[in-house]
């Protein structure tokens, strides 16, 4: 039989809610090239996992963890499936943790089971049977049931298909005649004559058993009635429903019989974090050896997480690498490879000595290079003075009618031409952006801004002149050309500007960013790479290994190599890593206007920045030699561009806590506003009316129903079912509020 469902483009991700991608297979060979990715076998509009883009359900999937005991003989085995649900096709799916031992208990059976089923067309039918079919095979997991079911995908699962004739709502047909009516018939479509009066009977018992004698089920009752193809006339429903009053009271005798108020109990899934506890740590791992081995050390060194050092690396080597290198992505597309990077840490985290000790190498090459060089900067500026001065000798001639106007373009065409030499400085820590502008400019487009305060924040915010233009920052990013144009001055244009950008700030100065809409607005906050490290303070070790000179030696190596590497080369990719790099894009871009909608802007450039990374990932494994470099090309191999998307994702996970932090995120800030308020009053459910007395955040209803929403997909709160009044009329909306809130 045909087996179909929908998958991502990711795997493991509790928070991505988009299915692009349908499969239908023949033959349960075929799943695992398709469930490596996570999957669910639900049908949603636009293959979004949303309980309104619900469109059918042809499958139900429960899970079975065997956690109900630790003894083995009470555990459902794979084979025990077979006999449980005679007759009846399903999928068995080996979980992730299967056999495996977790939090100290032993190994067991855990497992997927994928039932065929008659097809369901709405979200509350669906969970409906699914709480029915539980209660009736309790081993199943409780709290996997919801209509957002969808399964992680790994790459060890087995498949087991169990062949039969039946579905599963086929064998709870039989088993609800079995048990005296236990179950509700929800499902969707016609009852047709013949089997009106029998299907209505049992459907009014249902109801009965799970609403009890009120009008609530009674109207629910009608609500089946109109499923009768033709109409059963009035007087004939009123008859059935009387009967199966009397065999309800009967039911309610009985030791099996369950109260009303336990199928009303509210179905709680399990909590999604509204944001991450823990950003996940720098993979250090994919850094090449020489620099790997160096801000391991240097981190043990400092106690102090890995994440600054690794970040500080990569922006020194994009500094050592810009104007010397650019990389082609595709054949019209090539990227240059500085970087943006902030280090955003608390206070006392150490930023100031991490910065020193990665720049140590920069300073040393500054001070040999000037050192060298000095007697040849003195005799620039000489140089300099002697045409400046034969240009004034000129001019004082032509003005006395003795000086020859051949003379003078002459002289100024030497002037024009000539190249100060002006001592190297590879990077600043503090600088205006009209000051940047002439860096740029007399430094063959190339700059570098390397600062532990974040200061220059505070001045593209203007907090120290009114007259901010950021257009400099925004250009050398991308290498376009920059004109600056001042009155009363000459026009500088900056052709193929290259700027990287290294700064460690506190999270307040992030905080900060958001009070100026020209930031995001123009795509400022976007170029930049975020790392928020966890914290060491107060898990540091006073006495710790000092570093190696030999690890420092080879460090320093590497950078003075790059550092001395002709200017204008072009990195290329291997055909794997082109295909690595595409496959990344494709699974990123959906995500740009789902779960990443809120940074789409600063995830749009994530492709770019892995590439970039790639390049410099690439220049930095080439065997410290230059007659290497001559003779061979810079190539992004396949393991490199690997490492460059595992770093790119790790900044990914980092920029979602960045931007929340700038405010960007509001619906997630509006969100735990609303836990913090419902902890803070211990409601157990609350109306926007409650919300907004409480949270004066919220001025309207409109207001607050994103974050509203957003709790409910994310399994807080509930949607309680409304009770009308003395009057008729119902109340306001209530929202129950899921209990587990007050255990974390």
């Not at 929800?186 to 009066?197: K, N």
């Not at 109260?259 to 506890?277: G, Q, T």
């Not at 106007?405 to 990077?427: G, Q, R």
């Not at 009070?515 to 790479?529: I, P, V």
């Amino acid at each position: 039989m045909d087996i179909k469902f929908s998958y991502a483009n990711c795997k493991q991700n509790a928070k991505n809610k988009l299915y692009p991608n349908t499969a239908i297979v023949k033959d349960i060979t075929e799943l695992p090239k398709f469930m490596k990715y996570d999957y669910t076998f639900i049908e949603f509009k636009d293959g979004l996992r949303k309980k309104e883009n619900f469109i059918r359900a042809n499958y139900a999937t429960f899970d079975l963890d065997n956690d109900h005991s630790e003894r083995e003989e009470d555990w459902i085995k794979i084979d025990d499936i077979k006999h449980i649900f005679p007759e009846v096709w399903c999928l068995i799916i080996t979980s992730r943790n299967h056999m495996k031992e977790k939090e100290g208990r032993k190994p067991r059976p855990k497992f997927h089971v994928v039932f065929k089923i008659n097809e369901i067309k709405s979200a509350d039918s669906y969970k409906e049977f699914m709480h029915y079919v539980q209660r009736e095979y309790s081993f199943f997991d409780r709290q996997a049931l919801d209509a957002g079911r969808f399964m992680f995908g790994t790459d060890e699962s087995e498949f087991y298909e169990i062949k039969g004739d039946l579905t599963l709502s086929d064998h709870m047909k039989f088993k609800e005649n079995e048990n005296d009516f236990a179950g509700y018939n929800i499902y969707e479509g016609e009852i047709y004559e013949g089997s009106r009066s029998n299907t209505m009977i049992r459907v009014a018992t249902s109801i009965l058993k799970r609403y009890g004698d009120t009008d609530e089920a009674y109207q629910k009752y009608l609500e089946q009635a109109d499923r009768c193809i033709p109409s059963l006339p009035d007087n004939e429903l009123e008859t059935i429903y009387a009967s199966a009053k009397r065999y309800y009271e009967i039911l309610k005798k009985k030791p099996s019989y369950i109260e009303p108020s336990e199928y009303k109990k509210p179905i709680w899934e399990d909590l999604i974090p509204l944001e991450e506890d823990k950003t996940p740590p720098f993979p250090v791992e994919t850094l090449p050896c020489v620099i790997r081995d160096y801000v391991k050390e240097l981190s043990e060194s400092t106690q102090t997480p890995v994440d600054m050092a690794a970040s500080c690396a990569l922006a020194i080597l994009s500094l050592c690498c810009q104007g010397k290198y650019k990389i082609r992505g595709k054949i019209d597309w090539i990227e240059p490879v500085n970087l943006y990077t902030v280090i955003v840490a608390e206070p006392s985290e150490r930023k100031s000595a991490i910065i020193s000790h990665m720049t140590k190498p920069l300073i040393n090459y500054e001070q040999e290079y000037n050192d060298t060089h000095r007697a040849e900067f003195e005799k620039n500026k000489a140089e300099k003075r002697m045409l400046e001065k034969r240009l004034s000798i000129i001019e004082q001639s032509i003005v006395r009618g003795k000086g020859s106007m051949d003379d003078l373009e002459k002289i100024t065409n030497e002037i024009a031409l000539f190249k100060d030499k002006s001592p190297l400085k590879l990077y600043v820590d503090d600088v205006t952006t009209e000051k940047l502008n002439h860096i740029l400019s007399t430094n063959d487009g190339k700059a570098a801004i390397i600062s532990s305060e974040g200061g220059i924040f505070d001045l593209l915010a203007g907090i120290y002149t009114k007259n901010v233009n950021i257009d400099v920052f925004l250009k050398a990013y991308s290498g376009d050309t920059i004109r600056v144009d001042r009155l009363g001055r000459e026009c500088e244009v900056i052709n193929n500007p290259r700027l990287s950008v290294l700064l460690a700030v506190q999270p307040t100065v992030l905080k900060g960013l958001v009070s100026n809409n020209s930031f995001r607005g123009r795509g400022l906050t976007a170029r930049f790479l975020y790392s928020y490290p966890t914290s060491k303070v107060g898990d540091r070790l006073y006495r710790t290994k000092l570093m190696s000179d030999f690890t420092y030696g080879d460090y320093e190596d590497l950078i003075h190599n790059i550092l001395d590497d002709e200017e204008n080369s072009i990195i290329t990719l291997s055909e794997g890593a082109d295909q690595l790099l595409e496959e990344f894009a494709n699974e990123l871009e959906p995500h740009l206007i789902t779960d990443l909608k809120q940074i789409g802007d600063w995830a749009g450039k994530l492709v770019g920045n892995v590439l970039r990374i790639s390049g410099l990932l690439a220049r930095a494994n080439m065997t410290i030699n230059h007659t290497v470099l001559e003779d061979k090309d810079v190539v992004v191999s396949e393991e490199q561009m690997r490492n460059a998307i595992k770093i790119g994702k790790y900044y990914l996970e980092h920029a979602k806590v960045a931007f929340s932090l700038m405010g960007s995120d509001a619906v997630t800030k509006d969100s735990i506003y609303i836990i913090d308020f419902v902890k803070k009053t211990g409601l157990a459910e609350f109306s926007v009316r409650d919300l907004m007395r409480g949270c004066r955040c919220f001025k309207t209803k409109s207001s607050a129903m994103p974050a509203i929403n957003h709790l409910i997909d994310y399994g807080y709160i509930q949607e309680k079912a409304s009770e009308p009044t003395k009057q008729g009329r119902p109340l306001g909306t209530k929202y129950l509020v899921n209990p587990n809130i007050f255990n974390k």
